[in-house]
């Protein structure tokens, strides 16, 4: 089974910009859609982006559309969530997580997760 690592969080201002990565290891990868979930304190987890196995085709919840953008290494193992426009709403802890495209796929592999602060 892959571990996921997430990493790159971090406190910010609104308006700025952050790179969350998140590393696989002791697994497949390549082939794999990856996918970006996040969860704020007292709120349920929330989709967030999808990357399919070739990174031609991505899809976005429409909270971050427009102002995020996932990609992927497959050389690296490393799938990658740019964020920009940050606002405090989007402070959450965010988990990658290998599995289906979309928010109601199965997912079989998740990562511990980074926490994003944004400060107004």
């Known amino acids: 089974q892959v571990q996921l690592v997430e990493s790159g969080g971090g406190l910010v201002q609104a308006g700025g910009s952050l790179r969350l990565s998140c590393a696989a290891s002791?697994?497949?990868?390549?082939?794999?859609?990856m996918n970006w979930f996040r969860q704020a304190p007292g709120k349920e987890r929330e989709f967030v982006g999808s990357?399919?196995?070739?990174?031609?085709?991505?899809y976005y919840a429409d909270s971050v559309k427009d102002r995020f953008a996932i990609s992927r290494d497959d050389a690296e193992k490393t799938v990658y969530l740019q964020m920009n426009s940050l606002k405090p709403e989007d402070t959450a802890v965010y988990y990658c997580?290998?599995?289906?495209?979309?928010?109601?796929?199965?997912?079989?592999?998740w990562g511990q997760g980074t926490q994003v602060t944004v400060s107004s």
């Open positions: 990357i399919n196995w070739s990174g031609g085709n991505t």
């Open positions: 997580a290998r599995g289906g495209f979309g928010p109601a796929a199965n997912y079989d592999s």
């Open positions: 002791g697994g497949t990868f390549s082939g794999y859609v």
